[in-house]
């Protein structure tokens, strides 16, 4: 285990410990969260080496070997991932409508598969091997290793995307500021990542699925990200709501409890009415290279 004292946004040495989640999908061990006594920023504060953190990835649970009622919440986990892929598309279109993308961690390439079909040149960047892999035989992508980050040529894009990706980088500070040389001028970077401020976040508190420690290191609100960010030559342009992660986030969340689904619904929908005041489950931001 490594201990992480210092705050990665504003560089603070005083936190208190603040929530004690458990890692219920892998390890069952707690995994304690601190709190920045400075800026408020929140992290996973003993973390595996991040040689060993694969460990704590278990493997992907496929579509095929499934019940009849994990059947029809695939069914609607398919439904509601090609829509969410077309929305993503039309965020980046309401902004910019073709060039070069690169995504990083993209996992099996669904995203990366859209963007290529809505025109687009794409890279995209993912660690798992496994997942390469698939990305190839089912997407036809040849994605690349996570290293390439640090070769890619400077300047070179008009767009960057980080689906969920954020929260689990070793190195935070060193690739933002990576990230930022990689976009041209003018061009555009999307975060998705979890607020740790949502309701259904402040519902849930240590039972919060989103905290899904210790694979998540940080847990950001928007004002963390966009300090992150405007470090680094990116101006915030715009955050988007993610409506679909409340209702998946309190359905993981409410699974942890051993509630029922109706109630993940219920909570769901109250943290998309509350969202003015607190934010969304998952939110988006975009920021702009100036
Ligand atoms: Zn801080």
Known sequence: MVERKVCAVCGSENSEQVLSPIDHTVSKQVFPIR?????????????????????????????????????????????????????????????????????????????????????????????????????KSINGLDLEPIESLYTSENGAYDVLTMWHVLEHVYHLEEDVNQLSKLIKPGGFIYIAVPNRNSYDAKYYGANWAAYDVPRHLYHFREKDVITLMEKNELIHCETIPMRFDSYYVSMLSEKIKGGSLLKALWIGLKSNWHAKKFGYSSQVYVFRKI
């Open 35 to 135: 709190s920045c006594l400075d800026c408020g920023f929140w992290w996973t504060s003993n973390i595996p080496l991040e040689k060993e953190i694969g460990g704590y990835y278990q493997s992907e649970e496929y579509v095929s070997h499934s019940n009849s009622s994990k059947g029809l919440i695939n069914y609607l986990y398919l439904k509601v991932r090609s829509f969410t892929l077309k929305q993503k598309m039309r965020w980046i279109h309401n902004r910019i409508k073709k060039g070069l993308l690169l995504d990083i961690g993209s996992g099996t390439g669904h995203f990366l598969k859209e963007a290529k079909e809505s025109g687009w040149e794409v890279r995209g960047l993912e660690p798992d091997a496994q997942a390469r892999k698939i990305a």
